[in-house]
Nanobody, 125 residues
Framework: VQLQASGGGLVQAGDSLRLSCAAS????????ISWFRQAPGKEREFVAA????????YYSDSVKGRFTISRDNAKNTVALQMNGLKPEDTAVYYC???????????????????WGQGTLVTVSS
């Protein structure tokens, strides 16, 4: 089972980035997929989640209105469109797959079994 996160980089405040999470070796379209992030010296925090159908989404208050999560089950990918980036968005971003098929949206890291390796997003002021 592999989740590969990509798309990170160095941008300026106010810029946009699009992260992608590609899954292989695992059933994909039956599971909630989420993005978490971890800034230096801080705990990992929830960013966004999307239902297995793509019809439902859930965002942390800190990114609501700026970030959009979407998925393409035909391509086994989930994207995180990040607009209006702020320096406080600087972190390593991880995608994760829910533990149980047809599960509910969750912001708890313990409800996700498989994690990607992370992609670094750095936002300069």
């Amino acid at each position: 089972v592999q989740l590969q996160a990509s798309g990170g980089g160095l941008v300026q405040a106010g810029d946009s980035l699009r992260l992608s999470c590609a899954a292989s070796g695992t059933p994909f379209n039956m599971y909630v997929i989420s993005w978490f992030r971890q800034a230096p010296g801080k705990e990992r925090e929830f960013v966004a989640a999307i239902t297995w159908t793509g019809s439902g989404t859930y965002y942390s208050d800190s990114v609501k209105g700026r970030f959009t999560i979407s998925r393409d089950n035909a391509k086994n990918t989930v994207a995180l469109q990040m607009n209006g980036l702020k320096p406080e968005d600087t972190a390593v971003y991880y995608c994760a797959r829910g533990t149980f098929p047809y599960g509910s949206l969750s912001n708890k890291a313990g409800t996700y079994t498989y994690w990607g390796q992370g992609t670094l997003v750095t936002v300069s002021s």
